[in-house]
């Protein structure tokens, strides 16, 4: 039986090695693997709380403001602390304006190029998905680089700095929002609200209309592979001060096609087929910082696998914009590879509208921050979400020191290893069935895998390694 490793997968963050074996041009079975060790959950044990936002923005350098505002919330979380709405205004905005750029760079540079970018750098315009560099480079050049250097100076007036921005701490955030700094994002904002309304109308009016009429194949190609597994997580994000402090897109876990409120104490770290000790699994709230244990028989990831309810569920856009109910799935099947772009595409389009708004509804008269104090016991859980879906931090306070932490990433649930009961994780379950034109052509593979935009650095958040380079053969003998 043909057997394809892919390793590295390009045009993702981090390094992610994917095995399937092919029978009858079909695959019949896949392994996923993270390939780079790091440590910051063990990083952050017995400093001041304070520090976990601040080193923790460091696991990624995509999702970097996630991470401290997610630890952050932990730390507010354990202290019973509520910050002052304008710093929840301003976060927001952060998130926002974090969920742009990484969406673009995902749908335009990633994943973008395996569709020929969609036909705007394409060989033949609009359908042809082959990529033609020189229009690409252009395209990049022109368009696309500007407006994430856009993104990022609107988020640099709110966070001091990009990447690893500063102001958010516990007890709110320290930037002094001006009416002249308010006005100024407001305006970068528009200009990317402007770039990306062009590509989501262009998409809309001429691309999808041209496929369905032309390329109908590839069309119900696209939207009957890369199924996976039809849970979906998201813990709800962006809550509004106006509106009550209800999430702008709410949080919610379908399992089996009914929707729930989440709860995190459902979450079990599994760890039988990754490389950390058998007592590093359990329930966040209670496990122990990761031992790593390479070579553990039967493990073949540095990612642990974690479930709800005992299930493996899908993070990400199509996840959380499907449990938001603002995103109705084209697939028959309940969701595919096509609808993971869309959904992504929707949520860009929904956030470069309403965050001009949001920087409106900052209160340059009002405080942004309330003296937080590190609690001398206690525990907290900041539940928030990043470009590729749910996050989750959490922390254990004693003696005014972080006794534990630990942190379950988007791409530790997408990417994640077969669990203890031999389940595969969401991205293994998706590519079974994906066909591979004679035994070898892995293009539907590679552009499943891509479509969760797998981040390797958030996955593990983990960094050692005295033991060398990890070969692949060292991982699948
Ligand atoms: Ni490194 Fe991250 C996001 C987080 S992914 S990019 O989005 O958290 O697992
Ligand atoms: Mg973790």
Same mark, same amino acid.
């Given at each position: 039986?043909?057997?394809?490793?892919?390793?590295?997968?390009?045009?993702?963050?981090?390094?992610?090695?994917?095995?399937?074996?092919?029978?009858?041009?079909?695959?019949?079975?896949?392994?996923?693997?993270?390939?780079?060790?790091?440590?910051?959950?063990?990083?952050?044990?017995?400093?001041?709380?304070?520090?976990?936002?601040?080193?923790?923005?460091?696991?990624?350098?995509?999702?970097?403001?996630?991470?401290?505002?997610?630890?952050?919330?932990?730390?507010?979380?354990?202290?019973?602390?509520?910050?002052?709405?304008?710093?929840?205004?301003?976060?927001?905005?952060?998130?926002?304006?974090?969920?742009?750029?990484?969406?673009?760079?995902?749908?335009? =540079?990633?994943?973008?190029?395996?569709? $020929? *970018? @969609?036909?705007?750098?394409?060989?033949?315009?609009?359908?042809? #998905? /082959?990529?033609?560099?020189?229009?690409?480079?252009?395209?990049?050049?022109?368009?696309?680089?500007?407006?994430?250097?856009?993104?990022?100076?609107?988020?640099?007036?709110?966070?001091?700095?990009?990447?690893?921005?500063?102001?958010?701490?516990?007890?709110?955030?320290?930037?002094?929002?001006?009416?002249?700094?308010?006005?100024?994002?407001?305006?970068?904002?528009?200009?990317?609200?402007?770039?990306?309304?062009?590509?989501?109308?262009?998409?809309?009016?001429?691309?999808?209309?041209?496929?369905?009429?032309?390329?109908?194949?590839?069309?119900?190609?696209?939207?009957?592979?890369?199924?996976? =597994?039809?849970?979906?997580?998201?813990? $709800? *994000? @962006?809550?509004?001060?106006?509106?009550?402090?209800?999430?702008? #897109? /709410?949080?919610?876990?379908?399992?089996?096609?009914?929707?729930?409120?989440?709860?995190?104490?459902?979450?079990?770290?599994?760890?039988?087929?990754?490389?950390?000790?058998?007592?590093?699994?359990?329930?966040?709230?209670?496990?122990?910082?990761?031992?790593?244990?390479?070579?553990?028989?039967?493990?073949?990831?540095?990612?642990?696998?974690?479930?709800?309810?005992?299930?493996?569920?899908?993070?990400?856009?199509?996840?959380?914009?499907?449990?938001?109910?603002?995103?109705?799935?084209?697939?028959?099947?309940?969701?595919?590879?096509?609808?993971?772009?869309?959904?992504?595409?929707?949520?860009?389009?929904?956030?470069?509208?309403?965050?001009?708004?949001?920087?409106?509804?900052?209160?340059?008269?009002?405080?942004?921050?309330?003296?937080?104090?590190?609690?001398?016991?206690?525990?907290?859980?900041?539940?928030?979400?990043?470009?590729?879906?749910?996050?989750?931090?959490?922390?254990?306070?004693?003696?005014?020191?972080?006794?534990?932490?630990?942190?379950?990433?988007?791409?530790?649930?997408?990417?994640?290893?077969?669990?203890?009961?031999?389940?595969?994780?969401?991205?293994?379950?998706?590519?079974?069935?994906?066909?591979?034109?004679?035994?070898?052509?892995?293009?539907?593979?590679?552009?499943?895998?891509?479509?969760?935009?797998?981040?390797?650095?958030?996955?593990?958040?983990?960094?050692?390694?005295?033991?060398?380079?990890?070969?692949?053969?060292?991982?699948?003998?």
């Amino acid at each position: 039986m043909p057997e394809i490793m892919i390793d590295p997968v390009t045009r993702i963050e981090g390094h992610l090695a994917i095995k399937v074996k092919v029978e009858n041009e079909k695959v019949v079975d896949a392994h996923s693997s993270g390939m780079l060790w790091r440590g910051f959950e063990r990083i952050v044990v017995n400093r001041d709380p304070r520090d976990a936002p601040i080193i923790l923005s460091r696991i990624c350098g995509v999702c970097h403001s996630t991470h401290r505002i997610t630890s952050t919330r932990a730390l507010e979380d354990a202290a019973d602390f509520t910050p002052p709405d304008n710093a929840i205004r301003i976060r927001n905005i952060i998130q926002g304006i974090t969920c742009i750029y990484s969406h673009a760079a995902h749908l335009l =540079v990633l994943a973008g190029p395996d569709y $020929g *970018v @969609y036909g705007l750098a394409g060989k033949e315009h609009p359908h042809e #998905l /082959e990529l033609d560099v020189e229009k690409y480079y252009k395209l990049l050049h022109t368009t696309i680089l500007p407006a994430q250097r856009m993104c990022h100076e609107a988020l640099a007036i709110f966070g001091g700095k990009v990447p690893h921005h500063m102001t958010t701490l516990a007890g709110g955030v320290t930037v002094t929002p001006t009416p002249e700094k308010l006005s100024l994002a407001y305006n970068k904002m528009l200009e990317v609200k402007d770039v990306v309304g062009t590509i989501y109308n262009y998409v809309h009016e001429t691309l999808i209309p041209h496929l369905i009429e032309e390329h109908i194949e590839t069309v119900n190609l696209l939207l009957s592979i890369g199924v996976g =597994v039809r849970n979906f997580l998201a813990w $709800g *994000v @962006y809550p509004i001060p106006e509106d009550n402090y209800r999430n702008f #897109l /709410e949080g919610g876990v379908i399992i089996k096609g009914e929707k729930r409120k989440p709860d995190p104490a459902k979450i079990v770290e599994h760890v039988k087929h990754s490389w950390y000790t058998d007592e590093s699994g359990g329930n966040p709230a209670e496990e122990i910082p990761p031992e790593p244990q390479y070579g553990k028989p039967g493990a073949y990831s540095w990612i642990k696998a974690p479930r709800y309810e005992g299930l493996p569920c899908e993070v990400g856009p199509q996840a959380r914009m499907i449990v938001a109910g603002k995103y109705k799935v084209l697939s028959p099947y309940g969701a595919s590879l096509l609808d993971r772009l869309l959904a992504r595409l929707e949520e860009l389009k929904l956030l470069v509208d309403v965050i001009p708004d949001w920087i409106m509804s900052v209160k340059p008269e009002e405080k942004v921050y309330s003296e937080y104090k590190v609690p001398e016991t206690g525990f907290g859980i900041g539940l928030w979400e990043a470009p590729r879906g749910a996050l989750a931090h959490f922390v254990k306070i004693s003696n005014y020191k972080t006794e534990r932490y630990q942190a379950v990433v988007p791409t530790t649930w997408n990417a994640s290893p077969r669990d203890g009961n031999g389940v595969m994780g969401p991205i293994e379950n998706s590519l079974i069935g994906t066909p591979v034109p004679g035994n070898r052509e892995t293009i539907n593979v590679l552009r499943i895998v891509r479509s969760y935009d797998p981040c390797l650095a958030c996955s593990i958040h983990l960094v050692t390694p005295k033991e060398g380079i990890i070969t692949k053969e060292a991982v699948f003998h």
